[in-house]
């Protein structure tokens, strides 16, 4: 009986021993791929400008008062120099050689302090250049806030809290709703709790189905993943150059996204790759066997006869480019039902469709819910452009129904370029860039972009306690859209009118 004992104590001290080892063992293991582990982030630097917007004010100093005043100094205080060259401005403004006889407007920020102080002879001013950027839509607002976000890729609070109005046109007039703070993801931007903000590209089976041995039969997902809820769409107007092409291409590559341009300048510049979206034309299909590396093509428009060629000319996964004119919806429908994998639809650069110019989000929804009520919604990827200018159009844009958002216009202003001709329709696009771009000046402002649009939409999500974003497509309820509460507001009060105060 000893002896019995004695052998089972012993079993059991080797059995313990091998259960240390194995624990140990997952341990080891379990660290190194705790160690392979690293979270998507994008690196930002900042960057000096090569071509600075105009400055934001005008300062206005009458030599004559200011002389005045200085003499008023001289007889109140005499000779005592830190009275006399003190400055009325915290940021410099009246900093120069000779004070305010010269002053530095570029340092204005519109504080308003020095008018405040000497209103007689001191006058902040709009500076007409600046407001002479963009146009009614796109204005100097955001081309300066893009400007700012792509110098440091970060951001841009002040601190003066926000001045725009609560609700307008457009995107304006939807606000989102912040309603459901909770932890623990609304401090993704910190790094503290992971918040995804990829996204799936292509075509997803609304069921799966399996044999008797338990094997995936039928139709299976067939999709990539890309980092990030944008990709960088076919250069409008005359922007199309193969200096901007190789920005988009070298950009793409590092956040792991996709960059969409037209399937004969890839033939030109020789850049067939993974992250190239060739836009072909309906009219030759088969350039899709000149793109072996593309992992997604797009036919610029629908057509049944030239979506089958491309099919059998191409393993990659095949999109669609339909614009809101009339009859999109039956053009969209039947891309989905010819099993296309990616449909992109394009308003105009305002944002409105072609022919009813209804605004973008009001197209998106009808489309994701016309999806929704044919049982295909996840079958198809959808993503779209027009009028999405603003860090927060684009959770905007998704919650009215994307997948992802095509940026266009804003490439063009983070690499300091100007407009000069239409900022509506596509085609009629015209621009310059810096002539002192460089290619790695432009890459870092458009990562910087990048990085500063993504950090701003995981502020949304977290304050939204959202832990992906692809949670927020077609999420209405985050949404609370302005001409609505009004109506539940002022309905019944004599005077009111839908829209508006008569």
Known sequence: ?????????????????????????????GRELADQYHRYHI????????????????VEVGKIGLAKFILSEVFHYGMKPDVLLSRPCTYGVFSGPVGGFSPLPKLCVGCLRCTVQHPDFVKVLPNPKRLELGDSYTTHGHIAAIDEESKRGMVPVRGQGYRGRFGGPGFDGMLTDMSE??????????????????????????????????????????????????????????????????VLDSTSQRIDTLACLKAADIVKWQMDAPNIVPIIPTQAPEMAELFPKARLVQLDGWDKDAFDTLRESTDALI????????????????????????????????????????????????????????????????VGAGGIVSADHLPKAIISGLDAVALDLPVLFALQGRSHGSLTERDAVKGTLPRKMTQEW??????????????????????????????????????MIVSHLEDEAFEGIEGYVSGGVA
């Open 1 to 29: 009986m000893l002896e019995s004992t004695t052998g089972g104590a012993t079993a059991a001290a080797s059995s313990a021993l091998t259960l240390d080892k194995f624990g140990a063992e997952s341990a080891r293991i």
């Open 43 to 58: 690196e930002t630097e900042e960057v000096d400008d090569v071509d600075p917007l105009p400055h934001r004010f005008l």
């Open 181 to 246: 703070i909770v932890r623990p993801s609304r401090d993704g931007i910190h790094g503290r709790e992971l918040i995804g903000t990829s996204v799936d590209i292509g075509t997803k089976p609304m069921h799966l189905s399996f044999d008797e041995e338990g094997n995936l039969q039928g139709k299976t997902p067939n999709m990539f993943t890309i980092q990030v809820p944008f990709i960088f769409d076919v250069p409008p107007g005359d922007l199309g150059t193969a200096k901007l092409a190789k």
């Open 319 to 382: 999109g669609v480019r339909i614009e809101f004119s009339e009859g999109w919806q039956e053009r969209l429908m039947k891309a989905v039902n010819n099993r296309v994998d990616l449909v992109h639809l394009n308003a105009d650069l305002h944002g409105r469709g072609y022919d009813d110019n209804r605004f973008i989000s009001d197209l998106l929804k009808e489309a994701h819910l016309l999806l929704i009520e044919k049982g295909c919604r996840d079958m198809v990827t959808l």
């Open 442 to 479: 432009a890459e870092q402002r458009l990562t910087n972009l990048c990085a500063s649009w993504r950090d701003q939409l995981l502020e949304i999500l977290g304050a939204m306690g959202i832990r992906e974003v692809r949670r927020l497509r077609g999420e209405f309820g985050r949404s």
